[in-house]
Nanobody, 123 residues
Framework: QVQLVESGGGLVQAGGSLRLSCAAS????????MGWFRQTPGKEREFVAA????????YYTDAVKGRFTISRDNAKNTVYLEMDKLKPEDTAVYYC????????????????WGQGTQVTVSS
């Protein structure tokens, strides 16, 4: 069973940057596709970004393309989400997901989630 812990969230002004980390333990994630999702109160959790087990293939929702970058360090069993040019609408709790499926560029999450980290972007 894999455990995921997100960190790096916080309060930032619009136009600023944050780097989220998702540290995995319990087993290696080197063969897992990994994804980031976000959720705001009253709304469903939405997909943000994903990458394949090798990191060679990356996928983003249109709202973050060109601003967010997903990456991974399999030696550290960690996945990152670099968020630049942040906007107030990026405010959400961000969740990491391990071991989902990528089908036709869509990431289908597994049941393995972290506890989330809050990102707040002020205008």
């Amino acid at each position: 069973q894999v455990q995921l812990v997100e960190s790096g969230g916080g309060l930032v002004q619009a136009g600023g940057s944050l780097r989220l980390s998702c540290a995995a333990s319990g087993r290696s994630i080197m063969w897992d596709a990994m994804g980031w999702f976000r959720q705001t109160p009253g709304k469903e959790r939405e997909f943000v970004a994903a990458n394949s087990w090798s990191g060679a293939n990356t996928y983003y929702t249109d709202a973050v393309k060109g601003r967010f970058t997903i990456s991974r360090d399999n030696a550290k069993n960690t996945v990152y989400l670099e968020m630049d040019k942040l906007k107030p609408e990026d405010t959400a709790v961000y969740y990491c997901n391990a071991g989902g499926s990528i089908v036709s560029s869509d990431y289908y999450p597994s049941q393995h989630w972290g506890q989330g980290t809050q990102v707040t972007v002020s205008s």
